[in-house]
Nanobody, 115 residues
Framework: QVQLVESGGGLVQPGGSLTLSCEASGFIISLSTMSWYRQAPGKERELVAGISTVGGITNYADSVKGRFTISRDNAKNTVYLQMNSLLPEDTAVYYC????????WGQGTQVTVSS
């Protein structure tokens, strides 16, 4: 049974940092592309960052390039999203995603950037 469980969200001031974690079970993350998405109130869900299987090639939305870093720890079967220099517009619910035969989503973790 595939499961994705996010953690690490919270309230942070502008300019601050947070690290999100996505603990996966039921499959091996190194064999599947893993991505982080986010959805702000009243907006569509958007891709934030992804990491491929072979070579661990990463890609980022233009809005987060240079500030966010996606990585994975294969031994822990966990994907991370390091977020630095956070802006109020980064406020959203962040979701972990993979496709393992079909799309799977985590339950989401709230990130709020506010002073």
């Amino acid at each position: 049974q595939v499961q994705l469980v996010e953690s690490g969200g919270g309230l942070v001031q502008p300019g601050g940092s947070l690290t999100l974690s996505c603990e996966a079970s039921g499959f091996i993350i190194s064999l599947s592309t893993m991505s982080w998405y986010r959805q702000a109130p009243g907006k569509e869900r958007e891709l934030v960052a992804g990491i491929s299987t072979v070579g661990g090639i990463t890609n980022y939305a233009d809005s987060v390039k240079g500030r966010f870093t996606i990585s994975r720890d294969n031994a822990k079967n966990t994907v991370y999203l390091q977020m630095n220099s956070l802006l109020p517009e980064d406020t959203a619910v962040y979701y972990c995603w993979t496709n393992w035969g079909r799309n799977y989503w985590g339950q989401g973790t709230q990130v709020t950037v506010s002073s």
